[in-house]
Nanobody, 121 residues
Framework: QVRLVESGGGLVQAGESLRLSCLAS????????MGWYRQAPGKQREWVAG???????NYADSVKGRFTISRDNAKNTVYLQMNSLKPEDTAVYSC???????????????WGQGTQVTVSS
């Protein structure tokens, strides 16, 4: 019922930046927390960053100081600004969100398909 679509991934060199976006669409009543996760080849998916509806943020230690999560509630969009990228940041980045949808105010939790980020050394 709620679709999340990521964009902004690509191939960059170490030290460069990328900005990911994730747009939520559907009969959304409200969105609570939104977050970014990543999965590198051969590894488990790991949490990267999260943001509450009020704008409070949290980051994994591995990205703290380099990545910034933000959201535009009017656009149902969450962003991930990634600076000083390292080869170990290479992964498929996915967003997720939870909230309520439709006139019945039903809870939802959705994931996007992901966008590839590749950082060359």
């Amino acid at each position: 019922q709620v679709r999340l679509v990521e964009s902004g991934g690509g191939l960059v060199q170490a030290g460069e930046s990328l900005r990911l976006s994730c747009l939520a669409s559907g009969r959304i009543f409200s969105i609570n927390a939104m977050g970014w996760y990543r999965q590198a080849p051969g590894k488990q998916r790991e949490w990267v960053a999260g943001i509450t509806s009020g704008g409070s943020t949290n980051y994994a230690d591995s990205v703290k100081g380099r990545f910034t999560i933000s959201r535009d509630n009017a656009k149902n969009t969450v962003y991930l600004q990634m600076n000083s990228l390292k080869p170990e940041d290479t992964a498929v980045y996915s967003c997720n969100a939870d909230g309520r949808v439709g006139v019945a105010n039903v809870p939802f939790a959705s994931w996007g398909q992901g966008t590839q980020v590749t950082v060359s050394s």
